[in-house]
Structure formats: C-alpha cells, structure tokens
C-alpha cells in the first residue's frame, strides 16, 4: 500500500471529485491511460499524482505495479483564496478561488 497527498492544489473540490471517480477502484495502467487521454482540467495533477503513488509503492518494498489498483481516492476542500473584481460605480465582486486537499492511496491486489 501507498499513498501520495497533494494540497492545495488549484482546482475546485466539485471538478476534482469527477476525476477522482473516474479512477477509484480502477487498475493503474487502466488508470494512467484514462488519465492521459482525459479532457478534463485537473487530469494532469491527478496523473502526477497517480505516478507519485505508484513510485513510492515501488520504493516502499517488492511491489508489482501490474496488479496495482486505486483503491481510495479522496478530495477534500482546502483554503479559498478571495480575490476582488471591479464592477461598475465603484462597486466590487469578491471571486472565490477554491483549491483541494487530494489523498490518493494504491495498494497490490493479489490474483
């Protein structure tokens, strides 16, 4: 079993749980390849992540990687960061910014 963590990462909380759907309980290869291909903002972050986790059940002991699976993935809110946008007559909008706490944990599965 590992895991990788990934705070405050500069994606909402309601787009990142879509990707992280995707891939819960999926086979890493499986995983890395919808990844890639996804069309999704935060799929990048989310595949570095995946590699993360995957190098570090490499380096933790004698793993396969080929009967890795993803078998929790989960994204919690992080800080919001408040931004200001002018509007008309002197007034302001303020624009929250959300990020995301990303825990992500893969473990062998034995066949």
Do not use: C, Y
């Amino acid at each position: 079993m590992a895991i990788a963590r990934l705070s405050h990462a500069r994606i909402t909380p309601r787009k990142a749980r879509i990707i992280a759907n995707l891939i819960r309980g999926k086979q890493v290869a499986r995983a890395i390849d919808d990844l890639r291909f996804l069309h999704k903002s935060g799929a990048k972050q989310f595949f570095k992540l995946l590699v993360s986790a995957v190098a570090n059940a490499e380096d933790t002991g004698d793993v396969n990687v080929d009967n890795l699976v993803v078998t929790k993935v989960t994204v919690d809110q992080g800080p919001t960061l408040k931004r200001w946008r002018p509007r008309a007559m002197g007034r302001a909008n303020r624009i929250l910014k959300k990020t995301s706490h990303i825990h992500l944990e893969v473990a062998e599965v034995r066949s």
